[in-house]
């Protein structure tokens, strides 16, 4: 496929032709996407009208080990000049990182190749440029594996609930962090020791930062929110706690008010009192009831609910990571792309048409549980009532376990904005009776 400009409209191949594939690293997503496409041959040039053919590998080091069952003329440390290939019309970057895979995945989009990325640290970054840049050569950008992998979270957005007004996203789409947290609720096991088996099975990285403290999760919350709400949204705007705070007192404390601790992302459209609406994004560990379909989903598999205004309540189940899922939805992307490249015409591309403007974290309505532990003497809980009541917000319940001179104090609240309630906390952690604010998680809705 030739090189197209900015304004120029892409010529199809045509039915029975072959797309060259460049294939942008070979780590457990690129070498399962190698395997299935040559093993399936037949089969995806049917789906796509033509053949696929990968003619080239970019790997970091062609010497450094063996690969098996990838002939040695096809790999090449020289991925610059891989994707500036003629003979490339569709680049699969399944690298992970952002500044060199951007560089790579720009050139591409810029010298007219459609893009199949499961970056979805780039996208979450760099969307705005990345889809300028395939728009501008008239070429496709599919990231559906950059959100949950097989879950068709980014097909669902883009062209099934593309009629509809999406008013909430909510989802478990880190598969680490949720098999730490099933673990500590389904055998008593404190953080560390639900890590350390995480890590042992191979759920979690020996760095295991990106998950834990929720950076993963707010990438993809950054996608979503894009998508559903066709607003650019970025990383940098999405509100982001991790779990490394939660203790196997709080998933106690959950179970026993009926509910799952998991960490969420939540992605979700505002109005306020004058009828103008805004969009937030946000992740955090998050208590869910345990009648809602969220707090059911186990260890490493993700879920995403997604709310409606036509079709009600929607959600999408299954494993969000691993080689074969991963590599079952960069195949489904280079499938479309294929297809565009052998038939003509593009892929729904990014839509910012909203242009909503990003709600502040604090001015989100949540609910509170908050742990304490207070001297217990009369008139405590008057004083920690009246925290809240002076400020307006009303409790929900509350809870006490007396010990011989403190006691545990348990109390949820009703619906508040974020920055009033954090108010709130800031308040009682200075009361001269709180002793300590063990914990503060918000509830879902």
Do not use: W
């Amino acid at each position: 496929m030739a090189a197209t400009t900015q304004g120029t409209i892409r010529t199809a191949k045509g039915e029975g032709e072959t797309v060259g594939i460049a294939l942008l690293g070979f780590g457990t997503v690129g070498a399962e996407v190698f395997r299935l496409l040559g093993e399936n041959a037949d089969a995806f040039a049917h789906r796509i009208g033509g053949p696929a053919e990968i003619r080239g590998v970019a790997v970091s080091n062609v010497g450094k080990k063996p690969r098996p069952g990838v002939p040695q003329e096809l790999l090449t440390d020289d991925a610059r000049a891989l994707v500036a290939r003629d003979d490339i019309d569709l680049v699969v970057e399944v690298i992970g990182g952002i500044d060199y895979p951007r560089k790579l995945v720009l050139a591409a989009l810029r010298a007219g190749k459609s893009v199949v990325t499961a970056n979805k640290a780039l996208v979450a970054a760099h969307a705005d440029e990345l889809a300028e840049a395939a728009d501008a050569s008239n070429v496709d950008l599919y990231f559906e594996a950059a959100v949950a992998a097989a879950i068709p979270v980014v097909g669902m957005l883009r062209r099934s609930l593309a009629g509809d007004q999406i008013q909430r996203i909510s989802g478990i789409v880190n598969g680490t962090t949720n098999f730490i947290l099933d673990a500590m609720e389904s055998t008593g096991a404190s953080y560390e020791e639900a890590l350390a088996e995480a890590t042992r099975l191979g759920y979690a990285e020996a760095d295991p930062t990106a998950d834990v403290e929720g950076h993963d999760a707010a990438s993809k919350a950054a996608i979503m929110a894009s998508l559903g709400f066709h607003t650019r949204v970025k990383f940098e705007d999405v509100h982001c706690e991790g779990i490394t705070n939660i203790t196997a007192e709080d998933i106690e404390a959950a179970e026993q008010a009926g509910y799952s601790i998991k960490l969420l992302a939540i992605c979700e459209r505002i109005t306020d009192k004058e009828g103008k609406e805004a969009v937030n994004a946000r992740v955090h560990p998050t208590l869910v009831a345990k009648s809602h379909p969220l707090a059911s989903v186990s260890e490493s598999y993700n879920a995403i609910f997604v709310e409606a205004e036509a079709a009600g309540s929607l959600m999408f189940y299954g494993n969000g990571a691993g080689g074969n899922p991963t590599a079952s939805a960069v195949l489904g992307d280079v499938v479309g792309a294929a297809r565009n490249i052998i038939h003509g015409g593009r892929a729904p591309g990014e839509n910012t048409y909203a242009n909503l403007p990003i709600a502040s974290f604090g001015e989100v309505r949540t609910r509170y549980h908050i742990d304490m532990t207070v001297n217990d003497r009369i008139g405590v809980l008057a004083e920690i009532a009246n925290a809240f009541s002076t400020n307006n917000v009303s409790l929900r319940t509350v809870r006490q376990e007396d010990g011989d001179d403190e006691a545990r104090l348990v109390i949820v609240t009703h619906s508040a904005q974020e920055q009033l309630l954090a108010d709130i906390v800031d308040q009682l952690g200075a009361l001269p009776d709180v002793l300590a604010v063990n914990s503060v998680i918000r509830l879902g809705s």
